[in-house]
């Protein structure tokens, strides 16, 4: 049986693993959420196995995050237990020229924008499919909202032009339910976001809104994997 990889997941793997290649010893790793992800958890357990890297800590962003650091043999810790993060490393659904982001395709964006807004340094690693000129153009925008506010965060959601709609589970009767225990709205902007600074705060404000997967100023280094010529490759920005 073949175990060619389809192009994006190729540019997935390579862009993941090449930034698991950036993380030194002694660091402290924020390990981030989601499939492109998953291949540089994959990758800093295997350099820990080689003993080419030492003596790191994960701080996961989600309970996938936390299953994939146990199978490859990554010890954790929590953002108790640690006074820094060194280095996050996590994916994107849309990333613009100014490196802002929408996260949350996999509902994990409350955790993610916690740890990877404290790391120094904040690696995103995406497939060249991921890049926009405008944020919301080409994903809709999650909001992580609690329970009981849904129908009046839903009409305020209006009141800003979008359109929002909540997230409903696969192979599972009823909506998502994110690590938190909460539903999410994922909200469409017919011109996509004209600013998103100011939509991440205005959202945030609304009572029963937890957080956005809006990312504004929070990404230091933008890995992308491409293939070109049928062969991957890594460009950074
Ligand atoms: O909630 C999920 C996260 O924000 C992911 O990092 C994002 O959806 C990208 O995931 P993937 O690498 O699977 O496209």
Redesign the pocket.
Known sequence: MSTELDPTTLM?KQVGEAAAARVQSGSIVGL???????FAIQALGERLKSGDLKDIKGVS??FQAIVLAKEYGIPLTTLDEVDRIDIAI????EVDPQKNLI???????TQ?KIVDAFADQFIV???SG?LVDKLGTTFLL?VEVIPMAMSPVMKAIVALGGKPQLRMGVKKAGPVITDQGNFVIDVKFDAGIDNPAELEKTLNNIPGVLEN?LFVGVATLIMVGEVKDGKPSVREF
């Open positions: 997935k981030g959420t989601g499939s492109t992800t998953a962003t989600s996590d994916g994107a659904d996260k949350g395709g996999g509902a994990a964006h993610e690693v995406v497939d991921k999650p997967g």
